[in-house]
């Protein structure tokens, strides 16, 4: 599909060749870049909609408005086996992001030239696409859904987001102010960034378009033009999001970062709302909690979202409401970044100076605060970190672990012992540090 102003496109493209976007050294490597390592994980949403971990092999994943290819250089550190292809409209991105992925080793990569929206011209179909701050550059963000819906695989998984028009208000009335002043009628070259840059300065202080967008990122070139100049920039909320999905014929999954949608962070008390609030709010669809946060509390700069096509989640059980017999049928897994070779040496370096082991540093995105495991709990887990592992073997290792209780000196008894193993894992699975796969059989294959 054509899009509806060629000219707009054109000076994208002409921004992004100017400037290809991140602008992160080509030497630089992902491979401790814990947060985008974890975004960039297709085990972490398969597991959110489907409760089965998949292995990576063999998945192949579009990287749409790759840029300069950091995000596909994360994509194939995160998912060993995998083939990314990346895509964008700036050749200048696309020869760096290959050259990028070239430096690091990677070769079962391939990028083109092409725009979103020409997308089902490669003739691909993709188990994972990944769509990183490009979405709301779209003049059609529907027609850009459809295009990705069109090549993704049955059981795929897209991730993508869009600017939340709350949050970003102030510098969308920024670049309004410096379009009306004639900086945006070209891709923003060194001069109009100068120049915006003296505008915002002659400004007093306390002017609110300058004082709710200059901070440290706007010393930069990159965050100048990433923000208060970006060409095709636009605000979406929550009922768009979804209108659009609903258009494009994809369902949500996820929020990416869900645990800073949490509307329940929001309330002094939940035991002592309003009623009709309370009844309100447990009636509530996820898209209206979502709404509501992104009403009271618009802290997130973007609407990050997984979807996939309608009706392919399985039945989800609430790991509160599993019985014993389910529990004798778990696998346990740990998250693919928990479960590296470093954080197994600092396991054992923290059993053997009996330090706590911060289980959280390896999964940073979920968790407000640092997640410490005491280092016997933590000696439960190791033989995780030779490859997932039944419930039941994990119980028995604890109770030979933790024989006693430490206080009554009481013996620990199994049915005890299985009490607290699945405590443990109970709370660990809820920052998605372990994965709990509910079946006696292998997980499924997309
Ligand atoms: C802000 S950059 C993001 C790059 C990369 N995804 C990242 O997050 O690091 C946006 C990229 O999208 C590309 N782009 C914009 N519109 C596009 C379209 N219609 N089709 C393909 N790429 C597009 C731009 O050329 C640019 O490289």
Request: hydrophobic fraction near 40%; proline fraction near 6%; aromatic fraction near 10%.
């Amino acid at each position: 599909m054509e899009p509806k102003d060629p000219e707009l496109l054109d000076k994208i493209r002409q921004q992004f060749d100017s400037a290809p976007y991140p602008r992160i050294p080509l030497e630089q490597s992902p491979k401790e870049d814990y947060q985008s390592l974890y975004i960039h994980n297709l085990v972490t949403p398969y597991y959110l909609r489907n409760q089965k971990v998949i292995s990576t092999e063999g998945k192949v994943i579009l990287d749409a408005g790759c840029g300069s290819g950091y995000k596909s250089l994360v994509l194939a550190e995160a998912n060993p086996g995998a083939r990314i292809v990346g895509i964008d409209i700036s050749e200048e991105s696309v020869k760096l992001a290959q050259q990028r992925l070239e430096y690091h080793g990677f070769t079962n990569c391939e990028f083109h030239v092409l725009k979103i929206e020409d997308l089902p011209k490669l003739g691909l179909e993709f188990d994972y696409v990944n769509a990183d701050e490009v979405l709301y550059l779209l003049p059609d963000i529907v027609a850009g859904l459809k295009a990705m819906q069109a090549v993704l695989k049955p059981a795929g998984i897209i991730r993508s987001n869009l600017h939340c028009a709350f949050q970003r208000a102030d510098y969308f009335r920024a670049q309004k102010m410096f379009e009306l002043i004639g900086l945006m009628d070209e891709s923003p070259n060194e001069v109009a960034i100068e120049l915006a840059r003296e505008t915002l300065k002659s400004l007093k202080d306390a002017v609110l378009v300058k004082q709710q967008t200059q901070n440290q990122r706007m010393d930069s070139n990159e965050g100048m033009v990433a923000n208060c100049l970006l060409v095709g920039d636009k605000g979406f909320t929550i009922p768009d999001l979804f209108n659009a999905l609903r258009m494009a014929d994809l369902e949500f999954i996820s929020m990416v970062n869900w645990r800073y949608w949490e509307l329940t962070d929001l309330f002094k008390s939940m035991d002592d709302l309003p009623a009709f609030l309370a009844i309100g709010l447990a009636e509530a669809s996820t898209q209206e909690k979502l709404y509501l946060y992104e009403l009271l509390h618009p802290i997130n700069r973007l609407l990050d979202f997984w979807c996939g096509h309608p009706k392919v989640a399985q039945p989800l059980t609430e790991i509160s409401t599993w019985t014993d017999t389910d529990w004798h049928h778990v696998q346990v897994h740990l998250h693919p970044q928990v479960g590296q070779e470093k954080a197994r040496e600092q396991l054992v370096e923290c059993l053997n100076t009996h330090r706590p082991f911060v289980i959280s540093q390896y999964v940073q995105l979920p968790a407000l605060t640092s997640i410490n495991l005491e280092s016997i709990q933590a000696a439960s887990l190791l033989p995780l970190w030779d490859g997932p592992q039944p419930f039941s073997v994990l119980v028995d290792r604890w109770q030979k672990i933790q024989p006693f209780h430490p206080l009554t000196l009481e013996p620990t008894t199994h049915v005890i012992a299985f009490k607290q193993m699945k405590a443990l894992l109970i709370g660990i699975e809820a920052f998605l540090y372990a994965f709990l796969e509910h079946s006696p059989e292998k997980s499924q294959e997309f």
